[in-house]
């Protein structure tokens, strides 16, 4: 498959210059003040696993979520699966040219290998999350496809050369600018939370803030439509030869 998304010659250490940071993710396992809640353990029982061993989520626990401080934004993990699924299948993905990192609710940040494959069912999804959470990496043994960093979010895009953030409130640009941005080691941060503002530490991280839509989007959609605009400036710089 990969041989279909051929790379032009690259100057060493161009490979991965583009991070992209999925923050505010709701991948989480039910704090303890709320592990005891009726609807944590009922769901539990059902699937004969341990209050601890599964992701808190909104469409099976939210009468136990009203205890929780920002529940608004909290158990939704399935945005971030399905914007991991896009972002892991998109050609410069496959071409190795990025960095996909996943900071959670909780502030823990995540790295995945761009040659993992993601099951596409959520309950299996649930299961690595889970894993990942424990014990800091998936697989436990051998070489990790993911694994926990131990460093902020800030740290890890420290030495970007531009950081953008994609919000329906920044501003909508034209080719040129993706264009300057896959010419510099560059950090997209993409929301991947339900509702709400970006947290003001983020609006200060970034360096731009720019919109990919007049239309508030999923964060899939997001990430579908900034890829293929990247995918067309990394051609349009003699990057690769096509996609």
């Not at 401080?69 to 971030?80: L, Q, S, V």
């Not at 919000?167 to 600018?177: F, H, K, M, Q, T």
Request: one cysteine or more.
């Amino acid at each position: 498959m990969e041989g279909r998304f051929p790379l032009l010659a690259m100057a060493a250490g161009q490979e991965k210059r583009l991070t992209v940071v999925l923050f505010g993710a709701g991948i989480e396992i039910p704090p303890p003040e709320i592990r005891d809640h009726p609807a944590i353990l009922a769901d539990a029982r059902r699937r004969g696993r341990k209050p601890d061993s599964i992701l808190l989520y909104v469409a099976r626990h939210r009468f136990a979520m009203d205890r929780l401080e920002d529940f608004e934004r909290r158990g939704r993990p399935d945005i971030a699966h399905r914007a991991l699924l896009a972002l892991l299948d998109s050609p410069l993905n496959r071409m190795g040219m990025v960095r996909p990192i996943v900071e959670t609710i909780e502030g823990r940040v995540f790295e995945l290998s761009p040659d993992v494959r993601l099951p596409k069912d959520y309950y299996q999804f649930e299961g690595l999350m889970v894993q990942l959470l424990k014990t800091g990496r998936v697989p436990p043994e051998g070489e990790p496809l993911i694994w926990m960093l131990d460093e902020s979010l800030e740290s890890v895009v420290a030495d970007a050369e531009v950081k953008v953030l994609l919000s329906e409130e920044g501003e909508r640009v034209r080719l040129d600018a993706w264009r300057e941005l896959v010419r510099k080691k560059a950090a997209l941060l993409i929301g991947a939370y339900q509702k709400g503002s970006p947290p003001e530490r983020i609006y200060k991280l970034a360096d731009k803030v720019w919109s990919v839509s007049k239309h508030s989007l999923m964060t899939t959609s997001v990430v579908c439509r900034a890829m293929a605009y990247l995918e067309l400036a990394a051609l349009a710089e003699g990057f690769v030869e096509e996609i």
